[in-house]
Nanobody
Framework: VQLQASGGGLVQVGGSLRLSCAAS????????MGWYRQSPGKQRELVAT???????NYADSVKGRFAISRDFAKNTVYLQMNSLKPEDTAVYYC??????????????WGQGTLVTVSS
């Protein structure tokens, strides 16, 4: 299963960006989809996840500013990022886990998209 992320870029403090990530391949079912980020010198951290039932989890640092959503028909997850801060600068990675058509489990990562917030 492949994930293709898009939507990163350069934005000023207080601005907004919307990230998209589409999954493709021999997919039977996707359970959780989510976004993670990694800043230079730091470990990759969870930003937000959304389950197949629509249950959502956010990192405390983005609550009230970011919104994750999912198009189940398109196997796509989105991350709407508002009120961006310099500390949101990072490479953002999408993730999906589920079952392939052959009922084999998968846990796939996208290639990463850079978000830079300038002050």
């Amino acid at each position: 299963v492949q994930l293709q992320a898009s939507g990163g870029g350069l934005v000023q403090v207080g601005g907004s960006l919307r990230l998209s990530c589409a999954a493709s391949g021999i997919i039977y079912k996707i359970n959780d989809m989510g976004w993670y980020r990694q800043s230079p010198g730091k470990q990759r951290e969870l930003v937000a996840t959304i389950s197949s039932r629509g249950n959502i989890n956010y990192a405390d640092s983005v609550k009230g500013r970011f919104a994750i959503s999912r198009d189940f028909a398109k196997n796509t997850v989105y991350l709407q990022m508002n009120s961006l801060k310099p500390e949101d600068t990072a490479v953002y990675y999408c993730n999906a886990e589920g079952l392939s058509t052959w009922r084999q489990s998968f846990n796939s990562w996208g290639q990463g998209t850079l978000v830079t917030v300038s002050s």
